[in-house]
């Protein structure tokens, strides 16, 4: 069965445009809360998935903390109303003035990349008569064999300090007299749909944790990062992740000590499956072997099939259902070859003008958009 679009009002919005169905964002931070109930668990939001004011508002109302990357995330995770006591700031670049902003704001951790990073923040955090709160980010080199470009947990990477580099990072932390260590960070990977790769995260922070109470040292957290998948391929048959399966897993495998605080950054995971983009067919044109599905939305508006191979679901919703089909590739208006959303879909025949709809795109959507070709951003609408 086809999710049902609201086509009337669709019919008065110039395209392209994201729209946002609430009540499934709400839906998703519901289970989420219904799951970690009970369990010393926080949950941050990821906001560089979606920065959309709207969506920021409705996961503010449902009480997570947020995971940030730049400093301009900072004042955006402001200006919706997050706690800057449940603000995390990971990222292996932050600047001066980022960092001032979150010291100025007292944000509850940064998560720290290198020891470099820990010496500025300490100095930083000196100048101005505060102490700064801490994590390691830890390299654990587990593969989650996404693509190559959302692995980061991997010794190549440039996230995160090596495993065998960490005593010393944890020591020099403990010693910056501007600094309060409260743990470690991890955060393995992007779309890790099977649970193998957490298991082994799990696995990794409970030998550490061994390690580090052998030279009482203990923390007051754990945080585990983001990374859960959703079903790109049936988006209608799971549009809430298994957030059971995956809060199991840490509850299964991960071994927190007394007062021990875990915490989540997820991000796609929240706001995927609530997210469409929709287009207009500007041409459908025939070559030699082909037709194509030339759409007025293109990579500058949804850059995930470009950037990563992704795939998401197409749907024309202006057909009616009993159509016939035919074979198209679908693409975008931009001058790059790499503008295709997908090769040989099999859609009802497509006319001019009708309605198409890209579907999970509610992650690295929107906030991805570019103006390249001089192209105007996006536009975004909302369920009522
Ligand atoms: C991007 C990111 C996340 C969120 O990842 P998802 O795959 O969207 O859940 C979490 N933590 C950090 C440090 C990140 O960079």
């Not at 010693?175 to 960070?185: E, F, I, N, Q």
């Not at 459908?284 to 030339?294: A, G, L, P, S, T």
Request: glycine share 8%; net charge negative; charged share 25%.
């Amino acid at each position: 069965m086809m999710y049902r679009f609201p086509l009337e009002e669709f019919k008065q919005w110039p395209t392209p445009f994201y729209y946002y169905d609430m009540g499934l964002l709400s839906k998703t931070l519901n289970e989420i809360n219904r799951q970690v109930k009970g369990y010393p668990y926080d949950v941050h939001y990821a906001i560089k998935a979606n920065g959309n004011p709207v969506i920021l508002k409705e996961i503010v109302k449902n009480g997570l903390g947020v995971d940030l990357v730049s400093g301009g995330e900072i004042k955006a995770s402001l200006a919706a109303g997050f706690d800057p006591g449940k603000m995390v700031y990971s990222g292996v670049g932050k600047t001066d003035w980022e960092i001032n902003l979150g010291l100025d704001h007292d944000i509850f951790c940064f998560n720290v990349e290198s020891v470099p990073e820990l010496e500025v923040i300490n100095e930083l955090a000196g100048r101005r008569g505060k102490t700064a709160h801490v994590a390691i980010r830890v390299n654990p080199d587990i593969d989650a064999h996404t693509h190559r470009y959302i692995t980061t947990g991997t010794a190549e990477d440039k996230f995160g300090i090596n495993i065998e580099m960490l005593a010393t990072a944890v020591d020099r932390a403990l010693k910056l007299p501007h600094l309060h260590l409260r743990g470690l960070h991890f955060h393995v990977g992007s779309q890790i749909t099977q649970m193998k790769p957490f298991v082994m995260l799990c696995e990794s922070v409970n030998g550490l944790l061994d390690y580090f109470d052998r030279h009482d040292i203990h923390f007051e957290l754990i945080n585990v990062g983001g990374g859960l998948g959703i079903d790109y391929d049936t988006p209608d048959i799971n549009p809430v992740p298994d957030f059971q399966h995956f809060f199991d897993t840490f509850k299964r495998h991960l071994r927190l000590r007394r007062n021990q605080r875990l915490h989540f950054e997820l991000g796609r995971s929240i706001v995927a499956q609530c997210g469409t983009l929709i287009a207009r067919v500007i041409y459908v044109k025939e070559n030699r072997n082909k037709k194509f599905v030339i759409l007025d939305a293109g990579m500058t508006d949804l850059i995930r099939p470009a950037l990563y191979q992704a795939h998401h679901v197409i749907q024309n919703i202006s057909a009616a259902v009993d159509t016939a089909s035919d074979v198209y590739d679908v693409v975008g208006p931009i001058c790059e070859s790499s503008d295709v959303f997908g090769t040989d879909e099999k859609l009802p025949v497509t006319r001019r003008g009708d309605l198409v709809a890209l579907r999970s795109a509610g992650a690295y959507g929107e906030t991805m958009a570019s103006c390249y070709n001089m192209r105007p951003l996006p536009k975004s609408h909302f369920s009522r």
